[in-house]
């Protein structure tokens, strides 16, 4: 297994070409199967959740090609698609649901191994389910799978208990076949919602009201190829946001939607970041003000994300003052915080919220990235740490960050990659 050695470093200053989404590329690949007609998707990161995305595909019958060089997926996938996905596909990443929608659209059968939880949470899938009963399907749960069936899929109505980003995409592209119009309401608000729903209509899809609680779509017959460049990735846009606030840097961040962020940036403000919007970027200056505390508290977008919560948090630790940090997405999203406190932080947590003593000098340590975004959380406090740190199991981190040591060491880390 690999691992991070880090010592402290910065202030990191210079400039970071942000990648195209993860978290926008991982359901437009999924929409693919609503068409057997070739889709070519650009600004693909080169990551293993993307390639988990393409494997499944392949194992459905999609005919794949990854120039990775210049970053282009094109799919093709023909009449013979098989309905079931393999587990050891599934087990390794749960946005693999997203497949479901779009087979049950496209076949009238999808059966899909329960992703199962992982370090943030026990992840359901009760609201995929409500989705595909509203488009009149019939969903058998198994004890470690959820099969759809559905001789023609009918247009209806849900209500989403809670704005799941999964489940608006899910329902979203089944109903882009049904025959009918289905309206979502409390819709998940994410920009990625919204990218997705532009890929579908440019498909020939007809939607309406992506990116705002009610979406409305009204079925096609089928759908066409198109081409599409995938939003820039928000979520890697505020961790080197963080990165420069960490270390006091001054980075100038390029391929941003400065909108698509504007949370972050409020709070980041609020401790004293300065921003500067520029026809280069992004500049992001933590070298002006001292930096003091604040809160924060995760919501769905527009709210702060939860994906930026435990990277936050490492700021938090760093900066002099007392914050509150309050998860309200996922049950299970503070595994860092053991990992922080081995470094030197003062944090406690109740519930599901954090209390933290900012100021504490960190001071390096062994320690490991218990999910995808926790392992980023680390590796910042690594970079303000006295001493080295090593940080195993960073697998995580590479699911989701493109380059992730190059673009870091570009900017003035003093970050390794080793095998273990
Ligand atoms: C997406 O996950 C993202 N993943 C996550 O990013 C992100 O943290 C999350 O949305 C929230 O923004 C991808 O897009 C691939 P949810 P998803 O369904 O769709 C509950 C990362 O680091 N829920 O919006 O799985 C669920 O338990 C990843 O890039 C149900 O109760 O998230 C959770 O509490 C991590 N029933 C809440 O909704 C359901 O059927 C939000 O989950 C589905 C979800």
């Not at 297994?1 to 989404?21: F, W």
């Not at 390794?92 to 076949?107: K, W």
């Not at 009149?136 to 849900?158: F, N, P, S």
Request: with cysteine.
């Amino acid at each position: 297994m690999a691992k991070y050695i880090i010592e402290k470093s910065g202030p990191l200053r210079g400039t970071v070409e942000i990648s195209g989404a993860k978290n926008a590329v991982l359901p437009i690949l999924a929409a693919t199967l609503l068409t057997d007609e070739p889709c070519e998707i650009m600004d693909v990161p080169a990551l293993s959740d993307v390639e988990v995305m393409v494997k499944l595909l392949e194992s459905i019958g999609s005919r794949v090609s990854w120039d990775y060089r210049n970053k282009i997926i094109t799919v093709e996938s023909g009449k013979s698609l098989r309905n079931e996905a393999p587990r050891e596909l599934v087990s390794l990443m749960r946005g693999s649901i997203f497949a479901m929608g779009p087979l049950l659209a496209r076949t009238g059968r999808a059966k899909f191994p329960l992703p199962g939880g992982c370090a943030i949470g026990a992840r359901p899938v009760d609201l995929h389910k409500k989705g595909f009963e509203a488009l009149k399907a019939v969903v058998e749960m198994g004890d470690d799978y959820m099969e759809a069936r559905a001789r023609e899929l009918i247009g209806g109505h849900v209500y989403l208990d809670f704005p799941s980003v999964g489940a608006t995409e899910n329902i979203m592209m089944a109903a882009t076949l049904a025959s009918g119009t289905t309206v979502i309401e409390n819709a998940a608000e994410e920009p990625e919602i919204t990218d997705l729903a532009v890929f579908l209509n440019k498909m020939g899809a007809k939607g309406k009201g992506a990116g705002s609680a009610t979406i409305r779509v009204e079925g096609v017959e089928s759908l066409h190829g198109t081409k599409h460049t995938v939003i820039p990735d928000r979520i890697e846009t505020g961790s080197f946001m963080l990165a420069a606030a960490i270390t006091r840097g001054d980075l100038l961040l390029t391929n941003v939607v400065p909108g698509h962020v504007s949370a972050v940036m409020s709070k980041l403000s609020e401790c004293g970041v300065v921003f500067e919007e520029n026809d280069e970027g992004l500049r992001v200056r933590a070298d002006v003000n001292p930096l003091v505390a604040t809160d924060i508290k995760t919501m769905p977008y527009p709210g702060f994300p939860t994906d930026l919560q435990s990277q936050f948090m490492s700021l938090l630790t760093v900066v002099r003052g007392h914050s509150t940090v309050t998860e309200t997405i996922f049950e299970g999203r503070f595994k860092h915080i053991g990992e922080l406190n081995r470094m030197g932080a003062d944090i406690r947590i109740e519930d599901r919220k954090a209390e933290v003593e900012g100021g504490q000098p960190l001071r390096g340590a062994r320690i490991r990235a218990t999910d995808l975004r926790a392992g980023v959380a680390l590796v910042l406090a690594a970079l303000t740490a006295e001493g080295e740190t090593e940080i195993s199991d960073i697998h995580f981190v590479e699911r989701g960050y493109e380059e992730f040591t190059q673009k870091m060491t570009k900017i003035g880390a003093n970050i390794r990659r080793v095998e273990d």
